[in-house]
């Protein structure tokens, strides 16, 4: 049973390896003259510190796909990382930082960056490509986005009863149909939540959003995957919300679903962290680098991530699901990333547990 795993695991690493260096032909040119220019004065220095250490709340074979093709353009540079979840990145990081260990160099983890930048252990880092990202922070670089779309199941709704907008799913008419997120476990509807309530900048509409997604009386839900899945069995109608490489996925694959063209995506970043005390600081600051280049948004495909550069070509992008015109909703509540369950508990709790 153990050679069989390791076997498995190995396979999936050759095809997410190969099937990134496949993307990245496809792309064309995969060259950007300001990173090209900046790699020339970073990788001899990085060259010769050797090494590059992450942290990651990412699969085993997406990063191991990842610093394989880094490993290809720069030769000379040892890779490792250490894989954990959010909270374990944070609590090992913040440790570490506290105690001066010169540990890691980056960390690649939803949220846990922005958490990390507010409490100082973070070095600040602006792109030099910063014009070709969707979402753009000037001292985390977005490597990947995270997409959220309004799903349903075509066998449980027509085309003609679904809602208009993400509002519009707070209807009474869907009530016990929807499958929901947990508001309150600073997961995808969290930041849906926070996003909404800055785009519309009106506080009483958004307030009576929440109490209408409460009063729709469904279970709520910890696992947006989970939640899915339910989707796709035909247990509820709608997922609010839903990732949208799952959603392609599964239409990939003949499941009977969809999502709603109509209402446009909610998009988050998914960002690199420089380490406050890394101790290969060049080789972070060019890997970061080469992750934003069309050449590392490839691979970023190749594993199923959403890319985060524009004009990248990918089955999950903005583009080639809503086409050139939709309006994403992002979500930049910089309170909401460095303590969602501050943020949770002033402005969704009164609402949800009322």
Request: proline letters at 5%.
């Amino acid at each position: 049973m153990a050679k069989v795993t390791l076997l498995a695991v190995l396979t999936s690493i050759v095809i997410g390896v190969f099937g990134a260096e496949l993307a990245i032909g496809q792309t064309g040119s995969n060259t950007d003259a300001r990173f090209e220019k900046l790699a020339a004065d970073l990788y001899p220095k990085a060259k010769q510190e050797g090494a590059l250490i992450v942290y990651t709340i990412w699969d085993v074979d997406h990063i191991r796909s990842i610093l394989a093709v880094f490993n290809k353009r720069f030769p000379g540079i040892a890779t490792t990382y250490w894989q954990g979840t959010r909270s374990e990145i944070i609590t090992r990081t913040l440790t570490e930082f506290q105690g001066d260990q010169k540990s890691t160099d980056v960390i690649l983890s939803e949220g846990a960056p922005v958490v990390l930048r507010a409490a100082g252990a973070i070095e600040p880092y602006n792109t030099v490509q910063a014009s070709s990202l969707i979402l753009h922070d000037p001292t985390l670089p977005t490597v990947s986005l995270q997409i959220m779309a309004l799903s349903y199941n075509t066998k449980k709704l027509k085309k003609e009863d679904l809602p208009k907008s993400w509002e519009d799913v707070a209807n009474p008419k869907f009530k016990g149909i929807v499958a929901l997120d947990d508001p309150m476990r600073a997961g995808p509807l969290s930041g849906l939540l926070a996003g909404v309530k800055d785009q519309w900048k009106d506080d009483a509409k958004w307030t009576k959003y929440v109490a209408g997604l409460k009063a729709l009386n469904v279970q709520v839900h910890k696992s947006t995957s989970a939640m899915f899945r339910l989707l796709v069995a035909g247990e509820y109608s709608i997922s609010m919300p839903s990732l949208l490489h799952d959603v392609l996925h599964e239409k990939e694959i003949g499941s009977p679903v969809d999502f709603m063209q109509a209402v446009p995506p909610v998009i988050s970043a998914q960002q690199l962290g420089i380490y406050g005390k890394a101790p290969h600081l060049n080789s972070a600051k060019l890997f970061a680098e080469w992750m934003i280049t069309a050449e590392g948004q490839a691979v970023v495909d190749s594993v199923g991530r959403e890319t985060s550069r524009k004009g990248v070509k990918s089955k999950a992008s903005i583009e080639s699901a809503w086409g050139t015109n939709v309006k994403p909703i992002p979500i930049v509540n910089r309170a909401f990333y460095e303590d969602p369950k501050k943020w949770l508990d002033t402005n969704v709790k009164p609402v949800w547990e009322n």
